[in-house]
């Protein structure tokens, strides 16, 4: 991750549920109001009247390597 950074590129990955980012978050957003931004909808196959819409928001912590979280 940090070649692709260090040469400007870009990446997404998948942060492992033994992260401690991971524990973090999920204890951070018992407590606190997030923000959750609407960012793709989509039809639910299994409910054709409701569509089911991803969220996303920004974490207020980085990485332990300094990289940038957003969950959704």
Known sequence: MKYIRDNEGRFITVLPRSRREDGWFRKYIQTH???????????????????DMMKMVESPIKSSEGFRIVWT
């Not at 109001?33 to 569509?51: G, I, M, S, Y």
């Open 33 to 51: 109001k997030v923000a959750w931004e609407d960012v793709e909808r989509h039809q639910d196959l299994n409910n054709a009247e409701q569509p």
